[in-house]
């Protein structure tokens, strides 16, 4: 019964910006951590960034600090990845995640996941 519905992905040049979202369903959305990860064609997939249920504390992999910035909106029930300065590496599908109270970086921590939206950056 849960779902999340990720949004925002598409062509964009090294250097630019995208803003995804990631829209859920179920209640209630306050008590979840959300994670956003990324998964390129032959690549395991990658934890990228997560939020805890207040928004207080975040985290992120060490090849995205700087330049993503993850939030969310609970009024909306939606979290946010902003990416900025993208490099063509960080194409891949980007996917959401929750899983209850804590911030993981573990894929396999996370029950609930998005289908996914496509990033694409060309050099």
């Known amino acids: 019964q849960v779902q999340l519905v990720e949004s925002g992905g598409g062509l964009v040049q090294a250097g630019g910006s995208l803003r995804l979202s990631c829209a859920a369903s179920?209640?209630?959305?306050?008590?979840?951590?959300m994670g956003w990860f990324r998964q390129a064609p032959g690549k395991e997939r990658e934890f990228v960034a997560a939020?805890?249920?207040?928004?207080?504390?975040?985290y992120y992999a060490e090849s995205v600090k700087g330049r993503f910035t993850i939030s969310r909106d609970s009024a909306k029930s939606t979290v946010y990845l902003q990416m900025n300065s993208l490099k063509p590496e960080d194409t891949a599908v980007y996917y959401c995640?929750?899983?209850?109270?804590?911030?993981?970086?573990?894929?396999?921590?996370?029950?609930?996941w998005g289908q996914g939206t496509q990033v694409t950056v060309s050099s």
């Open positions: 995640a929750r899983r209850p109270w804590v911030i993981a970086t573990a894929s396999a921590e996370y029950d609930s």
């Open positions: 179920g209640r209630p959305f306050s008590v979840y951590a």
């Open positions: 939020i805890a249920p207040s928004g207080a504390n975040t």
